[in-house]
């Protein structure tokens, strides 16, 4: 079964990643159903299956097909340029979905959601909500007396920044040190710090603002804390279980 899905899923990374151009994807968006690329892109799928189904399964290659075929035009035709993103992701999981399907159709298999619900699998669940968004809300609660401050005067510097960067990265950087700690890396840590570093010196160099300077150091720290902090509770936990 395993070999299954993995043919299955290579079929569909090749198709709509690697075989698919980029003026395929803006012709389907400018003429949706019209486009003469969405079938083509629906004939690549059904070449990759059938050569690597080796002509089995007919029925279910043709179910993958039709269906990609549908799932597409609902994308293309509810497509704009506010929700392309989020209609891309949910035009993924409908794919896979298909494809679990077509794999218990092939094969089937049991559904059971002990071990994902099992002590082992909350814990984990428990501590990644708590690196991403808990420790970040914590973290703006600890640094609210200096965030006005900072923030008018890092609205004078013309570069601006993105939205919501800063949450972003932080949200990456506690994933990799909870990640780290859990593998025993530690000195991966001290290589993401430095890399950090690096990246924030020119900007702070820059400006030579002290005030931004110890607003990062104090941020850097109160992350990295936090997520050095979980791994070690994480690990601590697991071991009693």
């Known amino acids: 079964m395993m070999l299954l ?18 003026h395929w994807i803006e012709d389907k968006l400018q003429k949706k159903g019209r486009s003469k690329y969405l079938y083509f892109h629906v004939g690549v799928h059904l070449v990759l299956l059938l050569l690597l189904l080796q002509f089995k399964h007919l029925g279910i290659i043709a179910l993958i097909v039709v269906t990609h075929l549908l799932i597409d035009l609902g994308k293309l035709t509810f497509t704009n340029p506010k929700n392309y993103r989020w209609l891309f992701v949910l035009d993924q999981l409908l794919h896979l979905l298909v494809l679990a399907l077509a794999l218990y159709l092939i094969s089937p298999f049991a559904l059971t959601f002990e071990g994902i619900l099992g002590p082992q699998t909350l814990l984990l669940a428990t501590f990644l909500v708590f690196v991403t968004f808990v420790s970040g809300i914590f973290m703006r609660m600890l640094l609210a007396p200096y965030i006005d401050e900072i923030t008018k005067e890092d609205e004078s510097d013309e570069g601006g920044s993105l939205k919501n960067a800063g949450t972003y990265i932080g949200m990456l950087e506690r994933l990799f040190v909870f990640g780290f700690i859990l593998m025993q890396q530690w000195a991966a840590i001290g290589l993401l710090i430095a890399a950090k570093s690096v990246f924030r010196f020119g900007d702070l160099n820059k400006g030579k603002n002290r005030k931004l300077t110890e607003y990062v150091l104090i941020g850097t720290l109160l992350s990295f804390g936090l997520a050095i902090v979980s791994g070690m509770l994480y690990n601590y936990f697991l071991g009693l279980l």
Do not use: E, R, Y
């Not at 569909?12 to 690697?18: E, L, P, Q, R, S």
């Open 5 to 22: 899905a993995l043919k299955l899923i290579l079929a569909h990374f090749i198709g709509d990643f690697v075989l698919q151009p980029s």
